[in-house]
């Protein structure tokens, strides 16, 4: 090159076996190449070490984001900018589209979105501008279901955890969790708990389904289910309400629809809304009570009937309905083994038949004297007292039995709410009428409810003294009424 540079630091064009003169431009960085002719595809950058410098090639946003990745998503549910970490991925005929779990939400909001609705996110930077929503923690809230602030917390909530400087200390902390049905994290978990909590969350980490027909109702689901292969990855299910059979095509539902002879669960009708003196007359029939006027005007009785049904005679119904109530509950592990298990399920009924509201299933023998294993209000259903009425009818039964009950561990998050609610409705009004000296015994003789369930509901109150070496009930009239207005003023579940 040293003898064709000429004072200019040019290269003199020269004849030789090229295409077409080319001229070279030597800068402080690197050889540009020109073509006269005008650019082609050969036309290359070359540095002064003589490496080629590949052309960068755009990144396709379809498909940039990994599996694992942490991004900024717009919710359905609000329209909002939340932090997401992607979970999958999948082609479709429209273009790809992500499966993202919302940080600091429960799993029920997971959902598959568009690229469009994505962008990088890190988490020192923050999310994007465009965000309007208050950073606090607000796990397991979500649209259309139940405040999960349990009656009675109204006095007693807690500062978030972060929404100050001062020190949250490990029972503050607790506490807190407990009112506000935090949930814990798999790292605080034993590490047994840490295994079987991951080998969950894998199996269960995409909804299989998006959407049921149920009756007149379409609903959209929270969770996976193990239904068979051939059915788990339908867009939509189509469910008959009757029987409980599940199909993937809207024709074979209307063609069952014509044939289906059931019209209410199989099993004995153990209780209706209009019978009297039956054992569960004492149960609060939630279609006629003040709150539920209160909460969304719905004061015209209901016709309500309750269904026992065994699993072992009705095996292949409660599969279904176990199947069914999978996809609105995170940890529940009974599908199939149905057999050891009663179930009573609750219906409202018309002239068209007995249509499902809610179940909960118990241990036909339970050495821990468990009086509830599952409980399930569908998602058309709640915040009607309904839950209220599934746990008060599990209580009756255990007064029935002459035992003490409490339920099945782990509950749902809503599950937990339920029965926190109940516990402290039944004992306020208890400590309301009742005059004289009560125990914690005399409650659990009164109630059906375990020593232990009582403590923890009025701790949760501050009603209760730990005092030489025993549990001392501390209450006054005043502040009794004051937390059944809070109660009063909640959603029912």
Known sequence: MEDLQNGNGCVEPTAGPTPSNVEVAVTSTELVVFDPQ????????????????????????????????????????????????????RETKTGVEYYVHYLEYNKRLDEWISYTRMEDWNPDSGLPSKLSITEKLTPLVIPGTPALNGPGSGDNKLDTPGASDRKITRNLKRRYDELNNVQKGVEELAPIDQTLEKEHEEKTKVKNIQVVEFGKY??????????????????????????????????????????????????????????????????????????????????????????????????????NLCLLAKLFLDHKTLYY??????????????????????????????????????????????????????????????????KVGTPERPLSDLGQVSFRSYWTRVLLEILRDHRGNLSIKDLSAMTAIRNDDIITTLQSLNLIKYWKGQHIISVSAKIVDEHLKVCNSAFLL
């Open 337 to 402: 083994d149905v057999e050891a298990f009663l179930f009573y399920i609750l219906t409202e009924y018309d002239e068209f038949g007995h249509h499902l509201v809610g179940y909960f299933s118990k241990e036909k023998c339970s050495a821990e004297d468990y009086n509830l294993a599952c409980i399930l209000t569908l998602p058309p259903f709640q915040r009607r007292g309904y839950g209220r009425f599934l746990i008060s009818f599990a209580y009756e039964l255990s007064k029935k039995e002459n």
């Open 38 to 89: 005008g650019p082609s595809q050969d036309q290359t950058m070359v540095d002064v070490a003589g490496t080629e410098a590949v052309d960068e090639v755009p990144i396709d946003p379809r498909t940039k984001y990994e599996i694992g990745a942490l991004v900024a998503c717009i919710a359905s549910w609000d329209s909002f900018y939340h932090s997401a970490e992607i979970v999958d991925r």
């Open 218 to 319: 379409e609903i959209d689901t929270w969770y996976f289910s193990p239904y068979p292969e051939e059915y788990a990855n339908v867009h939509k299910l189509y469910i008959c309400e009757f029987c409980l059979k599940y199909m993937k095509k809207k024709k074979s539902i209307e063609r069952h629809k014509i044939k289906c002879e059931l019209r209410h669960p199989p099993g004995d009708e153990i209780y209706h809304t209009t019978s009297r003196g039956d054992l569960s007359s004492q149960a609060e029939d939630p279609s006629t009570s003040n709150q539920t006027r209160a909460a969304g005007g719905r004061g015209k009785p209901q016709n309500l009937s309750m269904f026992e049904v065994d699993g072992r005679k009705s095996k292949m119904y409660c599969q």
